[in-house]
């Protein structure tokens, strides 16, 4: 089970790392052994919107033979949302059977085609802006399963979405002992919507 | 205001990063114009725990310049505490007005003698460790308070932690705008522990 975490300049480095904290932990904590994960990026160089500089594990390779993709948010994704280069190289990411985001990275999912005729949600200040991408803006719910895509709120909901996907992957138990290991009190509070759930009334 | 955000091999990049992203909020969001940071650290190259390279900033330099540290947790405290040329550099940080540690890397600030008679907390699988370094192992907090020195409990509590000390520079209002804009719905549910306060009956 191989995961691609897409990193861009000016993306919110805790957008990634919230998220890949837990489900990184499947490995460590024994849960599958085979789970393992590459950085992905378009660029050589990737910085966050702060300053901090990331190396690529990979640069502008397919993104076809992972089973999940991770697309973080942040600034540096108002540009790239209309980047024709940028989201050709993401809809590589096509057959993956698990595309993810956090935050504003659901625009970019969004621009790659990946949320048409579904609902996703993204950061509050972005509602609005993913509205033409997809059929139904979730505003809500901190993390929005539609099966084949799983969308979360802004940047803190990664840590949520991290361990609902745990569970999602290895169950309840693995979950909790990955939420204990990572002292997180705020474990199961999160509200999330299944694929079969019907539209909430709130929506935009 | 001047941050040394300390890295080192096989830390825990969720405990800094939880950290880092409220913190640096106070300048993006112009709470304090001058704030500002370096990642630091003792070696040239920087792996956390799983894999993710980081570049630091400084290497090797005096700590002693900078108004606030942050030193992280993660497996790699383990040796390091033990490790006299990396707490010797440490040490460099004596003169720093603030320093603070999320999950074990509270046991690297205890090496270098930051926490002598004072009360601290660390990650719940390592308050045994943390014991010979300070006066009391607070374990019902998950922010520990001493005035010049305040740790937090494990890995998710740098978010808490973050935001805690975005309050102590800049106030009440600065956390709330802060932590909505971070979309952190726990936002004030962590216990801390002020450096007036009594000591708890539940300790080590």
């Avoid at 994960?37 to 690529?56: I, M, N, Y």
């Avoid at 809500?140 to 609902?164: F, M, N, W």
Wanted: neutral net charge; aromatic residues 10%.
């Amino acid at each position: 089970m191989k995961t691609a975490f897409v990193i861009f300049d000016r993306m919110t480095a805790l957008d990634l790392i919230g998220i890949y904290d837990p489900l990184t932990r499947l490995k460590s904590m024994n849960f599958v052994p085979d789970f393992n994960w590459q950085f992905c990026a378009f660029t050589e160089k990737v910085s966050d919107d702060r300053g901090l500089r990331f190396a690529p594990d990979t640069v502008a390779e397919p993104l076809s033979a992972y089973d999940i993709i991770v697309v973080p948010g942040g600034f540096g994704t108002r540009a790239l949302q209309h980047d024709r280069a940028f989201i050709q190289w993401l809809r590589s990411a096509a057959p993956v059977k698990l595309k993810t985001s956090v935050c504003t990275g659901s625009l970019l999912l969004g621009s790659a085609g990946f949320l048409t005729g579904k609902r996703a949600t993204t950061h509050p200040n972005a509602f609005e802006e993913l509205k033409p991408y997809c059929e139904t803006v979730v505003v809500d719910h901190r993390i929005v399963d539609e099966g084949e895509v799983v969308t979360a709120q802004g940047v803190t909901s990664s840590i949520d979405l991290g361990l609902y996907l745990v569970e999602r992957i290895s169950g309840r138990e693995a979950r909790a002992r990955i939420a204990k290991q990572m002292d997180y009190p705020y474990n199961e509070i999160a509200r999330s919507m299944s694929p079969g759930e019907p539209i909430p009334s709130s929506r935009l």
